[in-house]
């Protein structure tokens, strides 16, 4: 049953009735704001803001911690603002508080250039924590920020000093709790018993297509309950004091997540609209704009009124956050004092720089004719570098022993053990994908996480999304070709690669051998401003003796040459991954006039300069072959039109990973057939 409500806290002197009416100025120029914004910009969703203004001010008022004028503090609360399209509220309480958010960026709401995009953008507009507007990512991104605070405030925190303690606060919609990374997420959020995650859900029963109740009738509160969450039913979210009081016991609830249902009426305040499907995402008119206004005491004139009074309990919080900080600085300062090395640790944690000489723990692979499956010397690397790069906090959907994700020596995070490193995310890819955006978007942790390459179909929103956010997170995808044998065509990745290299921002990296896939890490762990995929193989491949020298070079430049022709080339063989190895095979027969270039990365090679393109792949040999065990979409590039692409437009086969590839025509002797047709062309 949901806990007896508390008492709702008073942060100030002042009484009851004068804190209403300062809230009520609050809560009506975040309404007056928005309607201005979407009717200037003839564009938005003016329903949540104006709905969910009451339970916001409280929020942002009586217990949000922050600082406007340090934005990234690191021991701030988070607040997400899940549903993204009703991005004008968290835009007003940014510009009430004091961020460096002008009111003429408010004026110019969705417009090319502004502070303002449709949808909140991290690191684009001060005080916005991450990028939302996709339903249902905000929610189980806020997940992966909750465990990021749980599992530093067990390793950093001691008796005498507390300095990791903050909350993450969530505004979510009934469009973010019906899409199911939301269920995945908050699964794992209700195993882990994520207590200091507070979701506060705008339940105003209405959706675009109109009431919920043409689709979506369960007992969402209930739901949440079976999910192992703190619950507090039937808040009317236009009492602000019992707003305040669900807020408090939820904090006081440290062994679960709290889901608060909060009850509003969409687009609040407009006489002929409100609780209407149509302000949703309409702009109210110009002359219902003026009947809200007149109805909630808003001048007509100007337009984008905020009256003097409706920053005051907004801008004491934030003075208030800003003394927490200054705190923080002295505790953090008489934390290092006490504990030198945790102290020192924790800074640099925070500040994302590797520790030093944490290279020389990253391992060399002699040549080895029979080798090892790249997924495999994954698993030697992260063995390697974990004991040096404490930040790293790995896990897997349920397939750990398959893509060798867990360190040695690493330990399961669990409700009990918060301070252990490795996470068990269940057959949840999606929550995964989401929850390591914000742990990397927290900060101090550096997550990765595994699944098979063909599960990336099931966590592409949030890759993209990360990929967006430059979320330095890295997804390590096995079993990356029909290679993988006998689980068959629904398991074996044919259009996965081109579908990831095409996600602007994100490094997609097939390493050929063991020693491209530690340059691989090395590239991925150094990279603060954008996500990395690994892909993988099952299949063991050759150690080439080339790639001990060349590979951390060639793999940071996107592709190299691994083995060159006598002279001029003849040829080029183009490959990445396994195929690597095949294009060598190849060249053995096609003999000294065939070049062969690993291309781990065609991303990162695009980004080289002319020169060392040209160097790689110089134009004037036209007679170029790319092979690779997937789509060949994208080659076409590489190749051009004399080209000629060895790959797959079809999908795999149940055989073991040696007969599919042969039946599918992934072979040397492929190779070298179109490289006698490229010749000759």
Request: charged residues 25%; contains cysteine; proline residues 5%.
């Amino acid at each position: 049953m949901p806990d007896t409500i508390a008492p709702a806290p008073d942060a100030t002197d002042r009484d009851a009735a004068e804190r209403a009416r300062l809230e009520e100025s609050a809560a009506n120029a975040i309404r007056g704001l928005t309607i201005d914004a979407i009717e200037t910009a003839d564009s938005g969703h003016p329903g949540l803001p104006m709905g969910m203004a009451d339970a916001a001010v409280v929020l942002w008022s009586r217990f949000l911690k922050h600082n406007p004028d340090d934005p990234a503090w690191f021991d701030r609360d988070r607040f997400v603002l899940s549903a993204g399209h009703g991005s004008m509220l968290i835009y007003s309480l940014l510009h009430l508080s004091g961020y460096s958010l002008p009111l003429e960026q408010l004026k110019r709401f969705r417009q090319l250039g502004s502070m303002t995009p449709g949808h909140p953008e991290v690191h684009h507009t001060p005080g916005v924590e991450t990028t939302t507007g996709p339903l249902g990512q905000g929610l189980a991104t806020a997940v992966g920020m909750a465990m990021a605070e749980r599992h530093l405030a067990a390793q950093f925190n001691t008796g005498d000093h507390v300095v990791v303690d903050h909350y993450t606060y969530v505004i979510a919609s009934d469009g973010d709790l019906q899409e199911g990374v939301t269920n995945e997420a908050c699964s794992l959020a209700g195993h882990l018993g994520l207590g200091k995650l507070v979701v506060l859900y705008d339940d105003n029963h209405v959706s675009i297509d109109g009431d919920t109740e043409l689709s979506f009738t369960e007992d969402r509160a209930g739901r949440y309950q079976a999910l192992g969450w703190h619950v507090i039913r039937e808040i009317d979210g236009h009492d602000r004091e019992a707003v305040a009081a669900a807020i408090e016991t939820a904090r006081n609830v440290l062994d679960r997540p709290s889901f608060l249902e909060v009850r509003t009426t969409i687009g609040y305040g407009s006489p002929n609209l409100a609780g209407q499907h149509t302000i949703h995402s309409d702009a109210l008119g110009k002359a219902e704009l003026e009947a809200t206004k007149n109805h909630l005491g808003i001048p007509l004139e100007p337009e984008f009124y905020v009256a003097d009074d409706a920053t005051t309990l907004l801008r004491e919080q934030a003075a208030r956050g800003a003394d927490a900080q200054r705190q923080w600085d002295d505790d953090m300062d008489a934390f290092q004092a006490d504990e030198a090395d945790k102290g020192a640790e924790l800074r640099r944690r925070i500040s994302g720089e590797l520790p030093e000489g944490w290279l020389d723990a990253l391992p060399s692979f002699d040549a080895d004719a029979k080798g090892m499956a790249s997924r495999a010397a994954s698993g030697k690397v992260l063995d390697a570098l974990a004991p040096v790069l404490p930040e790293l906090m790995g896990g897997s959907a349920d397939l750990t022993p398959s893509v060798k994700t867990k360190a040695a020596g690493m330990e399961d995070f669990q409700f009990g053990t918060p301070a252990q490193r490795y996470v068990h995310y269940g057959i949840r890819e999606h929550a995964m994908a989401a929850a390591m955006n914000g742990m990397a978007l927290h900060g101090a942790i550096r997550p990765y996480g595994g699944t098979f390459l063909i599960f990336s179909d099931y966590m592409k929103p949030a890759v993209r999304l990360g990929a967006l956010m430059g979320a330095p997170v890295v997804h390590v995808f096995t079993h990356d070709s029909v290679g993988l044998g006998e689980d068959g065509p629904t398991h074996q990745p044919v259009e996965q690669l081109a579908g990831l290299r095409a996600i602007p921002g994100l490094r997609m990296i097939r390493p050929a051998d063991a020693n491209e896939t530690a340059a691989a890490w090395k590239l991925a762990l150094e990279t603060r401003d954008h996500p990395t995929a690994l892909a993988l193989s099952r299949q063991a491949l050759p150690t080439m003796a080339e790639t001990q020298s060349r590979a951390t070079d060639g793999v940071a430049r996107g592709a190299y040459v691994v083995s060159d022709s006598d002279g001029e080339p003849e040829v080029i063989l183009i490959a990445s991954g396994s195929e690597v190895g095949l294009a060598m095979e190849a060249k053995q027969t096609l003999g000294a006039g065939a070049r062969v270039v690993s291309m781990p990365c065609d991303r990162l090679f695009w980004e080289q300069d002319e020169g060392y393109r040209e160097s790689v792949l110089p134009r004037s040999v036209r007679a170029r072959v790319a092979v690779e065990a997937a789509s060949p979409f994208g080659w076409g590039r590489i190749v051009g039109l004399d080209g000629v692409v060895v790959a797959l437009d079809r999908f795999g086969t149940s055989a073991p990973g040696t007969e599919a590839l042969t039946d599918l025509g992934i072979t040397a002797d492929a190779v070298v057939e179109a490289a006698r047709r490229a010749m000759g062309a």
